[in-house]
Every structure is written in C-alpha cells, then in structure tokens.
C-alpha cells in the first residue's frame, strides 16, 4: 500500500489546501490511482498513530469533516508541514545562492577546501 505518495498528493498545497472536500472516487480520478487503493490509503492516514510526534487527533494525518459521511478530510498538521516544508525550501534556496556567488568568485564549493 502507498500511503506515502496519497499523503503527498493529500497535502499538496496546490491540489487540496487545508480541507480535501473530495470522495473517493474524485481523488482517485485526479491521482489516476485505483479507488480501492485510495480508500486503503485514507483508511490508514484516518488511524491514530501511537508513535506519532504530534498527540493532536491522536497522531492520525487527517480526519473526517463530517462524521455522518464517508469523504471529505481536514488536514491535521498541515500548517506545521507546510512550515517544515518552507524552511527546507529556504535552505536549499540559501545553499543555491551561495554556491552561485562562489562559482562567480572561483571559491571552493566546500569552505575548508584547498
């Protein structure tokens, strides 16, 4: 089973935001998946995890709007992903820059080299 790769597709900030107001059967057209396999995949990000560094809704991704139905999700830690993921993208944007200003100045890519 993929969890990995819903998850990916479920947080993506240009596909969902916060709130994935979609069932099944669309996210599996938009992700060209088996639907089988993305109720497989929502069943096991719904869980709660015991190992998970966050206790909010007891460690599981997301969670159901409504109880009353099967679809429809809210992203649990999505504003903490989101942060993780822009300071990654900071730092590699950082480590791009540098690079570039020591390829224009001939310096060495490692600092202590020779």
């Known amino acids: 089973m993929c ?3 819903s998850w990916t597709w479920l947080s993506s900030p240009t596909e969902t935001g916060v709130v994935v107001d979609m069932t099944h059967e669309a996210i599996a057209r938009r992700t060209n998946r088996p639907v089988e396999i993305i109720r497989e995949t929502i069943a096991e990000l ?29 992203l649990v830690n999505y504003e903490r992903f989101r942060q993780i993921a822009s300071e990654e993208q900071r730092r590699e944007k950082t480590k791009e820059r540098v690079k570039s200003l020591g390829d224009r100045h001939g310096l060495p890519d490692e600092p202590n080299a020779k």
Not at 46 to 74: C, F, M
């Open 46 to 74: 719904e869980k709660g995890d015991s190992r998970s560094r966050s206790p909010e809704a007891k460690g599981a991704r997301i969670r159901r709007l409504d109880k009353h139905r099967d679809w429809g999700w809210i």
């Open 3 to 5: 969890v990995s790769r």
